[in-house]
């Protein structure tokens, strides 16, 4: 059996609320949560954590085997309407994107393996049509709750973290120590390796996706004891990219690929956010050494989506 399939089964949370549940660790933030993450915020400050949706995201395109592309924003119409006084003007736009392609949520449905995804749907239930079940828009309230900053670059006194850097769980209990703050249950947790502002310096998209620094597959384990309700990154995924010795995807194992993904979100049913921007967030709480504050990421309800984009907010 391969080592990530027994830690799932260790960790699973299939069945805890209920055979029917769609929506995980989610439901691990109720009202009781809600009222003490208002209390929370003191400053009244509101700092967004999410990128601008445009042409020049950190997705490859096709030309790298993904069909993930940056966003393309188009004006459809820009119609002047000289009968009336005041010069008066209708403007409309659209655009065409990929519901991944930037700061956005993993929906339950997204990774599966052995024929199943999280509680034991089936994956065969995800079609051209979208997911039946587990799809993003059973997150109808979009994730809210207390938030929690985990600055592990600012705990090593770096920017940003080396490439291929791996966050273990006891990197996890320093940061937590050294900034004085708790991890509750139904919390949402957010780490920050400082890869999206190296992406924004002039990081080559190649680059931004071979080496990724993120969390790794023990520590799932951490998340876990934690109860967390959510997990954030500004990185292309979370989980390290070199989370296995072969990197992500193991030549003699392909099933290896993306294992934090497979446990966390098919086991345990915790919802991952990625793509985020905790640049000025890193900064006001390393300036006030506030590192807990009101989370919400309402995400777009796409009936079937496997994932929504997101402006999220961290409210202090």
């Not at 034991?120 to 929690?148: H, M, P």
């Not at 995400?299 to 402006?311: H, K």
Request: a negative charge; aromatic letters at 8%.
């Amino acid at each position: 059996m391969s080592t990530f399939r027994e830690l799932g089964k260790s960790l699973s949370n299939w069945g805890r609320w209920g055979n029917a549940d769609e929506i995980g660790t989610l439901n691990l933030v109720g009202p009781e949560q809600l009222r003490a993450a208002a209390q929370t915020v003191s400053s009244g400050e509101a700092v967004s954590l999410g990128l601008p949706l445009d042409a020049h995201g950190p997705q490859p395109g096709q030309h790298q085997g993904t069909e993930r592309y940056n966003p393309i924003h188009l004006v459809t119409e820009k119609g002047y309407a000289p009968e009336y006084r005041g010069d008066i003007c209708v403007a409309d736009d659209h655009i065409s994107m990929p519901l991944q392609a930037a700061t956005q949520f993993d929906a339950l449905a997204h990774i599966s393996y052995d024929g199943q995804m999280y509680n034991g749907f089936s994956n065969r239930s995800v079609t051209w049509k979208g997911a039946e079940f587990c799809g993003i828009d059973k997150v109808s309230a979009g994730v809210a709750g207390r938030g929690v900053l985990l600055d592990v670059a600012r705990h090593h006194g770096l920017e940003t973290l080396p490439p291929d850097h791996v966050i273990s769980s006891a990197e996890l209990d320093a940061v937590v120590a050294q900034q004085g703050v708790s991890v509750e249950p139904g919390d949402i947790l957010v780490i920050r390796t400082g890869w999206v502002e190296r992406f924004k310096a002039g990081l080559s998209v190649g680059e931004f996706w071979a080496a990724s620094p993120g969390l790794s597959l023990e520590s799932a384990t951490w998340l876990r004891e934690h109860d967390v309700a959510a997990v954030c990154a500004d990185n292309n995924s979370v989980e390290a990219m070199s989370s296995l010795p072969d990197g992500p995807v193991s030549p003699s194992d392909p099933e290896q690929a993306w294992v934090f993904h497979m446990v966390t979100i098919r086991d345990m049913g915790l919802t991952l956010g990625e793509l985020f921007d905790l640049e000025e967030l890193g900064a006001a709480c390393a300036r006030d050494g506030r590192y807990e504050f009101f989370f919400s990421a309402p995400n777009l309800r796409v009936a079937g989506g496997l994932g929504a984009p997101l402006n999220p907010l961290a409210l202090r």
